[in-house]
């Protein structure tokens, strides 16, 4: 007999979502505009790096283009970072990172063509308010026909932040990254529908919900002055941190590359099961990748279109260093410090998950006390999942705002769901949630995906103008 139960239909679901066809998709529009583009993304890798920190004097738009890529980052550095890395390894071994890594680099590509085509189609509402992203560039540049699938596009976008990436998998991973440092052993528990909760996990839940308020009701502005402030600083730490206990293992590191490759491969698995060991790899490493860095999701466009900006070029380019330095740099230190840490295998042999994964790497990476390693990553994981919940706010907003016309009312009463969402996460089990995330986020993708295959000769002809005219020193 089947297996019925809750979890089990997610699973199907997802399977589903993120099989074969969803892989050839994403890969196959990341490759297409690649080639497109003629590797842009690594020639102009270092311009758009100056233009990330660079704003624009006589932009147009709510905010600069260093806070709109905050506001993304904000959404994209966060448990994907830290619990799904470790999530990809440990249910697709390491071989994950690898196919996480190569994602990225196509990632790219669909980044920056967002971006672009985020502020090329943006519309400014009579309020001062630009508003832009996939529905719009879906109606806009595509037709009017297509408005159904870019009304397709808000709704489910509007389901990932209120019950996917935006909120339960943030402050669900809050949640276990404290109740791991403080209450590890569940001796402060306190009953809640029925089931036991550490008073830890039950006070993190009041605390980011109380903050989560504070901030979002404030709008745009309020969350990209928050995020340009936390992003930067924190990932400065997170990173300095996992270079030291990369450096400090540095003899593990060879050793680590070759499981990653083998494993991407199949090459150590068993006679026929190569196949089916290099597909599990793919799927966790790409679902998971897409989940940290977004690349293809649809999302990031969002927050693009609010740029201060009156080139659509340039801020693709600002864009596209999110997916760089989120999944290439990020994603890459937290794997590494997994693999040669030894944490991937103590977690293979305890059965530990998500955050136990990163945290067993930050405990034992170093010579130090593992309250020590446990603390910093409780602190990183904290304040990245909570400037993700601030950011997919935003994004959830805008797909409601599309829907319904910029109807005020509606968008103030979401943002209370919003913040109750976010009250209720912790409570959910972690695999059901990570499951429906992974659901949303490839249902997003689908029309986005779609848009920008059709609207590629667009991204090409707005690129070459853009190139042509710094050539002759137009701009």
């Known amino acids: 007999m089947k297996d019925l139960s809750f979890t ?12 074969v066809p969803m892989i050839i998709l994403i890969m196959g529009t990341g490759i297409l505009l690649t080639i497109r583009l003629k590797v842009m993304q690594f020639g102009k890798l270092g311009l758009a790096l100056k233009y990330m920190v660079k ?23 966060g448990t994907g970072n830290i619990v799904g890395v470790a999530t990809a390894v440990v249910a697709g071994g390491p071989g994950a990172l690898f196919w996480m890594i190569l994602a990225a680099c196509f990632g790219m590509a669909t980044k920056y063509s967002e971006g672009l085509l985020a502020v090329k189609f943006r519309v400014e509402r009579p309020d001062g308010k630009f508003l832009g992203g996939p529905f719009y560039y879906i109606e806009k540049g595509m037709g009017s026909r297509w408005t159904w699938l870019a009304k397709l596009f808000a709704i489910f976008g509007i389901g990932a932040g209120l019950l996917g990436i935006g909120t339960i998998t943030q402050v669900n991973g809050i949640a276990s990254a404290t109740k791991t440092f403080f209450d590890p052993d569940m001796q402060h528990t306190v009953t809640l529908f029925g089931t036991e909760y550490s008073i830890v996990t039950v006070i993190t839940a009041v605390v980011v919900a109380f903050f989560t308020a504070l901030v979002v009701i404030g709008g745009l502005k309020r969350i990209a002055s928050v995020t340009s402030v936390i992003v930067p600083f924190m990932a400065i730490i997170y990173v300095v941190v996992c270079l030291a206990i990369i450096f400090y293992n540095i003899k593990e590191v060879p050793e680590a590359i070759v499981r990653i490759v083998e494993s991407a491969f199949g090459i150590r698995a068993v006679g026929g099961g190569a196949l089916g060991a290099m597909l ?29 900006t009156k080139e659509p070029v340039r801020q693709g380019l600002v864009t596209m260093t999110g997916t760089f330095i989120d999944t290439i740099c990020i994603c890459t230190m937290t794997g590494l410090a997994i693999m ?9 042999a305890n059965g530990l998950e998500g955050v136990e ?13 593992s309250s020590i390693g446990s603390l910093i990553l409780m602190v990183c994981l ?34 209370w769901l919003y913040i109750f969402a976010v009250l209720i996460g912790p409570f959910l089990t972690v695999s059901a949630v990570w499951t429906i995330a992974d ?12 848009a920008l295959v059709a609207l590629s000769g667009v991204i090409v002809a707005e690129t ?12």
């Not at 704003?55 to 550095?77: K, M, Q, R, W, Y």
């Not at 994964?357 to 010579?367: I, K, Q, R």
């Not at 993708?445 to 779609?450: D, F, Q, R, S, V």
Request: net charge negative.
């Open 382 to 415: 904290a304040f990245f999942a909570f400037t993700t919940i601030l950011g997919w706010d935003y994004y959830s907003e805008r797909c409601l705002e599309y829907l319904t016309g910029g109807n005020d009312g509606i968008v103030k009463g979401y943002r």
């Open 357 to 369: 994964v990163t945290a067993a790497a930050f405990s034992a990476g170093l010579p130090w006390a």
């Open 340 to 348: 040669t840490t030894g944490a991937y295998d103590t977690a293979l």
């Open 55 to 77: 704003n624009e004097s006589d932009g147009v738009g709510e905010v600069t283009s260093f806070g709109a890529l905050c506001t993304a980052l904000a959404a994209t550095i």
């Open 464 to 475: 070459r103008s853009y190139f042509d005219r710094m050539s002759r020193n137009q701009l």
């Open 8 to 19: 089990a239909i997610l699973d199907q679901i997802d399977g589903v979502v993120w099989g």
């Open 439 to 450: 659901i949303f986020n490839g249902l997003m993708a689908i029309p986005n995906l779609i």
């Open 280 to 308: 599990i790899a793919m799927q966790k490493g790409i679902a998971r990748g897409i989940f940290s860095n977004e690349a293809g999701l649809g999302s990031a466009p969002i927050a693009a279109a609010a740029a201060q």
